[in-house]
């Protein structure tokens, strides 16, 4: 199906290796941060949530980690298998009840 | 369990034509949610819902509407389309939106729209 990534900045990395994704957020008001992960012709769909009075959330391989000092979020992975090629989203919610989403980036597993 | 499930899948209008994309949920979700998502971009918001017959905007609502006459289904209504409402479009749902709730969206697999 058609990409929904054409233009998204990449990450390429070696199978094995450790991946680390970033996002900038610009409101300051959001107390709330998700990470979504959305493989070719497939919806978003959840990772790891870390909320704002937090600076680090690990769940399986992967690792969330907030600085709000400079309104940065990362998302790690862990011994990056094919499987996690996919375009990955962050995503903030401050207060009005619907996220507002990151401009993405694709993540490339070499086999 | 179907989840949220979206139809059509695909379809393609002529300009000025309308039409409305299907949204249904079978998780007694209260909060639902549209998203579009152009190439290379992320996913902005078009209208979402709190609750059966409350609807609010989001970032991108010109030239759509949405009703929520029940918890199940919210459809969204493209009148008039124009060349610029090409995209895929998604929807999601949730039980309960933010941090007294939870940050999980539940997405449909979208609806690609063509405007030609």
């Known amino acids: 199906g058609e990409s929904v990534g054409l233009h998204l900045p990449t990450l390429s990395v070696q199978e094995g290796d450790n991946s680390i994704i970033n996002c900038a957020y610009s409101?300051?008001?959001?107390?709330?941060f998700i990470w979504y992960k959305q493989e070719s012709g497939k919806g978003p769909q959840f990772i790891i949530d870390i909320r704002s009075n937090m600076d680090k959330r690990q769940g399986q391989r992967v690792t969330v980690l907030l600085n709000k000092t400079v309104k940065h979020l990362s998302l790690q992975i862990a011994a990056t298998q094919p499987g996690d090629s996919a375009v990955y989203f962050c995503?903030?919610?401050?207060?009005?009840?619907?996220?507002?989403f990151g401009s993405g980036t694709r993540l490339q597993v070499q086999p | 369990n179907a989840g949220v499930t979206q139809t059509p899948k695909f379809r393609i209008l002529k300009i000025g034509q309308s039409m409305t994309l299907q949204c249904t949920q079978d998780m007694n979700h209260n909060y639902m949610y549209w998203y579009r998502q152009d190439p290379g971009m992320g996913l902005k918001l078009i209208y979402y819902s709190v609750g059966a017959g409350i609807t609010d905007k989001g970032e991108v609502p010109n030239g759509y509407n949405v009703s929520r006459s029940t918890t199940e289904d919210f459809p969204l209504r493209l009148e008039l389309a124009a060349p610029s409402q090409t995209s895929v479009y998604f929807c999601?749902?949730?039980?309960?939106?933010?941090?007294?709730?939870?940050?999980?969206?539940?997405f449909g697999e979208g609806s690609r729209l063509t405007v030609l």
């Open positions: 995503a903030e919610e401050g207060g009005r009840r619907a996220l507002t």
């Open positions: 409101n300051s008001a959001s107390d709330y």
């Open positions: 999601a749902s949730t039980s309960k939106l933010g941090l007294a709730g939870t940050g999980e969206l539940f």
